[in-house]
């Protein structure tokens, strides 16, 4: 086997919060485990978009930093001693009766038993705010990865869903002052946040736009327009588009996968379309299917059990509790 090729028992392919535990609980079964995410840092979105976000909905936790969580389940997938590839993109699948082989963009090919696809939404990229072209790093961000650099500037963000209120939210009491504008009036964000946006300091300006940034070299005024009115300049030193982002499941939509809507289908098992091959977390599809990260740790569990039987034709799906070990 040349340094170009790798032997696993399973190959996980996404390394955020279900990725890792599927790492984990791969080691639990006693299984080689390689993981490959096209990020080069562990932890997928967290990691990319809100290390400093409290987040309310992992068990046992009745609230954990981003970054935290993600810091536990490193530590908890290093007992299975994984093999990381980052900052590497799965392109090619060829399958046999016994194995298959994954093909990265440098060449590198894995050899697994089973794959286990953990891939979130897939390759990210922001949409774009028109009026902040060419401003990027001059004072506009997709991105809030540490709230020190907004101590005591003028904020304002642009986008309605969760991403806009969380860091509207952490921005508020670190800020001078947070202006939050949305083109409509209604949100996509957890009513629970809008609310307490609402009775903060924070300023909502809807149906409206960010049309124009100013500035020599960096953003000090914006412009907004609201339907019906004249735009009006006010200070800014810091923008935040948070209008979404585009998902791309890549190369993983030409293998052959059963995809609805860019998620690919699977069964109760955790099992795709194709022989060897499960998903798990927020990229599957089936009736009733929730998004949220409890629910992947789950179906990560469900997915490397089942698959530890087709690795292992003598194993059995359910491993006995950890208690018990």
């Known amino acids: 086997m040349t340094a170009n090729e790798h032997d696993t028992d399973l190959l996980v392919i996404g390394a955020g919060p279900t990725g890792l535990f599927a790492a984990y609980y791969a080691g639990f079964r006693g299984l080689r485990v390689a993981v490959v995410d096209s990020l080069p840092e562990l932890g997928g979105q967290i990691t990319a978009m809100y290390p400093e976000k409290q987040i309310l909905d992992v068990a046992g936790f009745p609230s954990v930093k981003g970054r935290d969580l993600v810091e536990g389940l490193v530590s908890q997938a290093a007992t299975a001693d ?106 996509r964000a957890h009513q629970r946040t809008v609310s307490e946006v609402r009775a903060s300091s924070v300023e909502i300006i809807t149906n409206a736009q960010v049309t124009k940034l100013v500035g020599d070299g960096h953003v000090s005024e914006v412009e907004i327009s609201v339907d019906g009115a004249e735009p009006t300049m006010r200070p800014c030193q810091a923008v935040v588009a948070a209008l979404g982002f585009i998902a791309d499941l890549g190369a993983i939509q030409q293998w052959g996968l059963e995809v609805e809507k860019r998620h690919v289908v699977v069964d109760p098992a955790m099992r795709t379309s194709l022989p060897r091959i499960f998903a798990a977390g927020d990229i599957t599809e089936y009736p009733g299917k929730v998004r949220l990260i409890a629910v992947g740790f789950g179906e990560a569990a469900t997915a490397v059990n089942n698959a530890a039987v087709v690795i292992d034709p003598t194993a059995h799906v359910f491993p006995g509790h950890s208690s018990e070990a």
């Open 82 to 187: 994984p093999t990381y590839f980052l900052d590497r993109t799965a392109s090619t699948l060829e399958q046999s009766d016994s194995q298959v082989v994954v093909g990265l963009d440098n060449g590198t090919l894995v050899t697994a038993k089973a794959v286990l696809i953990t891939a979130g939404i897939g390759k990210f990229s922001p949409r774009p705010l028109p009026a902040g072209e060419g401003w990027l790093g001059r004072g506009m961000e997709f991105f809030v990865p540490s709230f020190a650099p907004y101590a005591d500037k003028d904020v304002v963000i642009v986008g309605g869903g969760d991403s806009a209120f969380d860091w509207a939210q952490h921005l508020e009491p670190v800020a001078r002052s947070v202006t939050l504008v949305h083109r409509r009036e209604a949100f």
